[in-house]
């Protein structure tokens, strides 16, 4: 192994370049800059470049030496068929380079197909899953003993149970911080009354169940994911496999259903303590009293809320398991891999819940509103 040279002479009054060594990553002198410097001077004169000397070329050299050239070929040059082969990979390696800096106005166009592409796949795979777990469900319609009545209890405990004093505070304080706030207007207006209104509609049909669906997606939505996935890095999916245990069945329905089932209840119980907390603060900042908040609070809030509240949970439940064992499922098998699918799954469940409560804010717009069907 040689290092790569560069020798230079005046034959008849012409510059000949001679370029002898192994012109490889391993043996190229640095820094590059300079090399190249020396090699760009070169080029900017009238000379004949021979390149027979050089017994090994990758394509660090050959890259080197077309942008010396200013990336087109010398008016002379003696070189072997693979070492001319290696700069015309060269070449094409620097127009793609450029053409790609050339044209940024299409990057977005590139982020957008890929975005649309990755989305297509993991809406074909939660379809897919979809049908698998309906197939699973009427597996157990034909064999009850099946049911895996541990796995969901389980699930049903850690997610919805364990779930009752985070949502509990926070619910306490959206309802005491939105009525103290309301307050200060209704004040201005006289319209102390109208607070009950503006908390029980407000809390009880929209903040509760988009409340819950946020903390329940942070909180159980990554931790099954996490628990899918470690099992994929673990390789206890496949072992499953091989003892013939359906993953879906195991691992995907129960949480689906417990979270379907937790979901409504951790719904009503955010709103309660909402409710609650914004009567605290309504008695502390308005002087309203609590038995007159609790009688008017049925009369002002139709009881289809309650209904539209308990629907939402329902399927957002649904919708973040699902998201969430979709993602855990697509986990490979390394710790980088793991963490990124988590994030997205809390992400993807987050989105997904805001915009299909914007479909349900649509679709039951006349529902449940004074005045309204």
Known sequence: MTDAAIDTAELQGELQVSLSGDWTLATLPLPFSSLEARLQALAAKPARWDLQAITRIDSVGAILLWRAWGRRWPAALEASGPQRSALERAATIVLDRRARFRAPRLVWLVALGRLVIATGKNLRDIVALIGQLLLDLAYLCAHPRDIPWREFSANLYKSGA????????????????????????????????????????????????????????????????????????????????????????????????????????????????????????????????????????????????????????????????????????????NTESLSTKTTTAVVTAITVVIVVDAVFAILTRNLGMPGGG
């Open 162 to 333: 364990q779930a009752l004093p985070v949502t509990a505070l926070v619910g306490f304080l959206i309802g005491v911080v939105l009525s103290y706030l309301s307050s200060l207007q209704l004040k201005t207006f006289g319209a102390d009354i109208y607070i009950v209104n503006l908390l029980g509609i407000s809390i009880i049909r929209e903040l509760g169940p988009v409340i819950v669906a946020v903390l329940v997606a942070g909180r159980s939505g990554s931790a099954m994911t996490a628990q899918i996935g470690v099992m994929r890095v673990t390789e206890e999916i496949d072992a499953l496999a091989t003892m013939g245990i359906s993953r879906s069945l195991r691992l995907v329905l129960p949480k689906i259903a417990a979270l379907a089932i937790a979901m409504p209840l951790l719904v009503v119980w955010c709103a309660a303590a909402g409710i609650i907390g914004g009567m605290v603060s309504a008695n502390l900042e308005m002087g309203l009293a609590y038995g007159y908040f609790i009688e008017a609070l049925p009369k002002v809030v139709p009881v289809a809320n309650v209904w539209i509240g308990i629907g939402k949970g329902f399927f957002f439940g649904m919708l973040i398991a699902l998201i969430a064992c979709h993602f855990g499922l697509k986990v490979r098998p």
